[in-house]
């Protein structure tokens, strides 16, 4: 139980445009969605917090213009990144905690994006 | 900024037990520990989680000092599968809400 299915896993886009990353659970509901990038050979570095009906909190240093959060459904959270530059190209992963009372955290499986 | 600091590397023989330090001194009465591992290119697996007493799973043992200032993974029986990066991570309360702030975490390579 208490998966949160990433998509897409993949995907490559011109260097402008923009590009949008779905996070869903799918058998719990989420009221918060974490979102975290990784550059290779790097750690995860938490990006913004969405909360499901309100804006989302953004980590010193992140965009909020550029990363757009939306968070209106407690099983759809979407990263949209807004006039991509090849410094964006990065894996993105979202994370959820579980219900039940045991507090963990489920990962998504990843989004790499390559702008090109 | 994480709470917690790993050695960069370690590595171990298949069949051998592999115990991964973590140091978190500065944490709190009331923040819980954390272990995730991450193989190449996927999103992070949850191994297990503590506060004060020590944890057994089907995966692994999380030993915690009585000061929690560290805590110790343990996969007894490591496999080559096993091979990750280990992330030991204390999870805070910030900005209103509990969050997972990823350190540099430890690469294990398991030896054949």
């Known amino acids: 139980g208490a998966v949160v299915s990433q998509h897409p896993s993949r995907v490559i886009c011109k260097s402008g445009t923009s590009v949008k990353i779905e996070c869903r659970s799918l058998d719990f509901q989420a009221t918060t969605m974490f979102w975290y990038r990784q550059f290779p050979k790097q750690s995860l570095m938490l990006m913004a917090t969405s909360n499901e009906g309100s804006k989302a909190t953004y980590e010193q240093g992140v965009e909020k213009d550029k990363f757009l959060i939306n968070h209106a459904s407690l099983t759809l959270s979407t990263l949209t990144v807004t006039s991509a530059h090849p410094e964006d190209s990065s894996f993105y992963i979202c994370?959820?905690?579980?219900?039940?009372?045991?507090?963990?955290?489920?990962f998504g499986s990843g989004t790499r994006l390559t702008v090109v | 900024d994480a709470k917690t600091t790993q050695p960069p590397s370690m590595d171990c023989a298949e069949g051998r037990a592999a115990n991964l330090p973590c140091n978190h001194s500065t944490i709190s009465g009331n923040e819980y520990v954390y272990w995730y591992r991450q193989i190449h290119s996927q999103g992070p697996q949850y191994i297990i989680h503590g506060l004060k007493n020590n944890e057994t799973n089907e995966m692994a043992s999380l030993i915690i000092t009585e000061d929690r200032k560290s805590s110790t993974l343990i996969l007894p029986h490591a496999t080559l599968r096993d091979t990750a990066v280990y992330y030991c991570i204390v999870r805070s309360w910030m900005d209103s809400s509990y969050k997972l702030i990823f350190g540099s975490g430890t690469r294990l390579l398991v030896r054949p």
């Open positions: 994370s959820a905690p579980r219900q039940g009372g045991d507090y963990g955290y489920t």
